[in-house]
């Protein structure tokens, strides 16, 4: 499946809109767009509502992706996620590290 990425900037946060799955193939594109903001120094909202899958290659854009914010001194925020994703992350204890919020990353 096919991944989509919009980028949006708003006051204080840049917000990544993602769709589809994020998977071997998909994991790539992500970290292109991701990894350059996060080490810009930008706060940056991950919006997951219309993601249904992630695997292990794409949590590892994350993981990259908040040692950035973390080493720039901003803020990595993944918002929206689907009960199936959310699970994922409490598996894997992400969520006891990363920010989680409910909702869209408009909110």
Same mark, same amino acid.
């Given at each position: %499946? $096919? ?5 949006? $900037?708003?006051?204080?946060? &840049? *917000?990544? +809109? &993602? ?5 071997a +193939?998909?994991?790539? /594109?992500?970290?292109? =767009?991701?990894?350059?903001?996060? =080490?810009?120094? $930008? $706060? *940056?909202?991950? #919006?997951?509502? #219309?993601?249904? +899958?992630?695997?292990? !290659?794409?949590? @590892?854009?994350?993981? @990259?992706?908040? /040692?950035? !914010? ?8 993944? &918002?929206?996620m ?7 992350? !409490?598996? !894997?204890?992400?969520?006891?590290? %990363?920010?989680? =919020? =409910?909702?869209? @990353?408009?909110?």
């Amino acid at each position: %499946m $096919n991944l989509s990425i919009r980028c949006e $900037n708003k006051a204080d946060v &840049v *917000v990544l +809109y &993602v769709a589809g799955e994020i998977d071997a +193939y998909t994991a790539p /594109k992500l970290r292109e =767009e991701l990894i350059p903001l996060a =080490e810009k120094g $930008n $706060n *940056v909202k991950v #919006d997951l509502s #219309d993601v249904q +899958y992630i695997d292990s !290659t794409g949590l @590892g854009v994350f993981i @990259g992706a908040l /040692k950035a !914010t973390d080493a720039n001194n901003s803020r990595l925020t993944l &918002v929206g996620m689907s009960q199936r994703v959310q699970r994922l992350f !409490t598996i !894997t204890g992400l969520d006891e590290v %990363m920010a989680i =919020e =409910e909702g869209e @990353g408009s909110k």
